[in-house]
T-cell receptor
């Protein structure tokens, strides 16, 4: 069946270092979404990418959608302790545009 | 403020009992979803509903049931048929097809 994998599963960085998580889908996606879940909390929607090769920035966060629309990445520049949490990518199931399949997630730990 | 309210936050159930998790939204969203999250893992879709009085099974619907009698409410019942119900349950809603989800704060269910 359709799968969305993320690497790495876990990343530990020193505050100020950069961080990147990669998302790979077994199928082409019409769009890719990113969510952040703080420890003990619930996922919060960050952004949606729709176009092939699209790049969007939110302050220190840079999101990219691959040319083949099967992969995506999230890069955080100069991490802060507030960046701690699990980052999930998500894409639509099959041909549907509403229900999402979530990636396996990357847990980011930031040491001050 | 608009949002999604899930209750209770923590729930303990004895084996063999059915329990119902509440999910209420005042965002006027049409679509609602139930996901299950196990420790250190991603989200798996249980059930979803696009309109009132209609819902569909997700990937792991066995042992669960839902209803959608009102636009604002999408309760999930975890039945005794669910073999491993201990998990974090997340309810989400969506305003239009293909856009980001708004999640509730979740219910942590423990079978004792």
């Amino acid at each position: 069946g359709q799968q969305v994998m993320q690497i790495p599963q876990y990343q530990h960085v020193q505050e100020g270092e950069d961080f990147t998580t990669y998302c790979n889908s077994s199928t082409t996606l019409s769009n890719i979404q990113w969510y952040k879940q703080r420890p003990g909390g619930h996922p919060v929607f960050l952004i949606q990418l729709v176009k092939s090769g699209e790049v969007k920035k939110q302050k220190r966060l840079t999101f990219q959608f691959g040319e083949a629309k099967k992969n995506s990445s999230l890069h955080i520049t100069a991490t802060q302790t507030t960046d701690v949490g699990t980052y999930f990518c998500a894409g639509p199931y099959g041909g549907a545009t509403n229900k999402l399949i979530f990636g396996t997630g990357t847990l980011l730990a930031v040491q001050p | 403020d608009g949002g999604i309210t899930q209750s209770p936050k923590y729930l303990f159930r004895k084996e063999g009992q059915n329990v119902t998790l509440s999910c209420e939204q005042n965002l006027n969203h049409d679509a609602m979803y139930w996901y299950r999250q196990d420790p250190g893992q991603g989200l798996r879709l249980i059930y979803y509903s696009q309109i009132v009085n209609d819902f569909q099974k997700g990937d792991i619907a066995e042992g669960y049931s839902v209803s959608r009698e009102k636009k604002e409410s999408f309760p999930l019942t975890v039945t005794s048929a669910q073999k491993n119900p201990t998990a974090f349950y997340l309810c989400a809603s969506q305003v239009t097809n293909g856009y980001g989800y708004t999640f509730g704060s979740g219910t942590r269910l423990t079978v004792v």
